[in-house]
Nanobody
Framework: QVQLVESGGGLVHTGGSLRLSCVAS????????MGWFRQAPGRERDFVAA????????YDVDSVKGRFTISRDNAKNTVYLQMNSLKPEDTAVYYC???????????????????WGQGTQVTVSY
């Protein structure tokens, strides 16, 4: 069983930056594909970014491309989401997700991920 623990959320002003971290345990981290999703009140859980076991990245182009960067450190069992130029519409609970057999082309589908963290709140004020 894989356990995921997110951290790094908080309150930031428009234009600010945050770095989210997600530490995985319970399985060899290098075998996990990792993703970040977010959910704002009244909305579905939306894809943000993903990184495969080999380091290939995918982003939700419309909302975060060019501002957010996903990365992984296999030695620390950690995936990061660096968020720059934050906007009020980025306000949401951010969730880390993991999967052993994530299929190419389906990184944006939350149903593809078997393991989820508890979420961390990100609030961007005007």
């Amino acid at each position: 069983q894989v356990q995921l623990v997110e951290s790094g959320g908080g309150l930031v002003h428009t234009g600010g930056s945050l770095r989210l971290s997600c530490v995985a345990s319970g399985h060899s981290f290098s075998n996990l594909a990792m993703g970040w999703f977010r959910q704002a009140p009244g909305r579905e859980r939306d894809f943000v970014a993903a990184i495969t076991q080999s380091g290939t990245t995918t982003y939700d182009v419309d909302s975060v491309k060019g501002r957010f960067t996903i990365s992984r450190d296999n030695a620390k069992n950690t995936v990061y989401l660096q968020m720059n130029s934050l906007k009020p519409e980025d306000t949401a609970v951010y969730y880390c997700a993991a999967d052993l057999t994530l299929r190419v082309g389906l990184e944006e589908d939350p149903n593809e991920y078997d393991y989820w963290g508890q979420g961390t709140q990100v609030t961007v004020s005007y």
